[in-house]
């Protein structure tokens, strides 16, 4: 069973930056779309960003836009999401989530992608 491990948040002051990690251990992520979710205590989860299985595509919520960039590394199985410009609204649990048959387009959100495998979560606090 695929299991996706989350890594590199934090504390950080607003206008800072972190870059998230999504990798797994024993399943090549090559073939899967990722997507990052984001849910804060008291609020819906929502979708932020999305990758294609190539990288060819990506896909980012209108909150992130300009801000954050999902990548992709083949080589050390790793998706990656670059937050820069952070703000204390971007505080929340970030999740990756991974799926072999859903899409990420620029035409539809990433909240509605369906995703069959999720990670754990890392806490990310933007807090002067």
């Known amino acids: 069973q695929l299991q996706l491990v989350e890594s590199g948040g934090g504390l950080v002051q607003p206008g800072g930056s972190l870059r998230l990690s999504c990798t797994a251990s024993g399943f090549t992520l090559d073939y899967y779309v990722i997507g990052w979710f984001r849910q804060a205590p008291g609020k819906e989860r929502e979708g932020v960003s999305c990758i294609s299985s190539s990288g060819g595509n990506t896909n980012y919520a209108d909150s992130v836009l300009g801000r954050f960039t999902v990548s992709r590394e083949f080589a050390k199985n790793t998706i990656y999401l670059q937050m820069n410009n952070l703000k204390p609204e971007d505080t929340a649990v970030y999740y990756c989530?991974?799926?072999?048959?859903?899409?990420?387009?620029?035409?539809?959100?990433?909240?509605?992608?369906?995703?069959?495998?999720w990670g754990q979560g890392t806490q990310v606090t933007v807090s002067s």
């Open positions: 989530a991974a799926d072999p048959l859903t899409r990420c387009s620029p035409f539809k959100r990433v909240a509605d992608y369906d995703f069959g495998s």
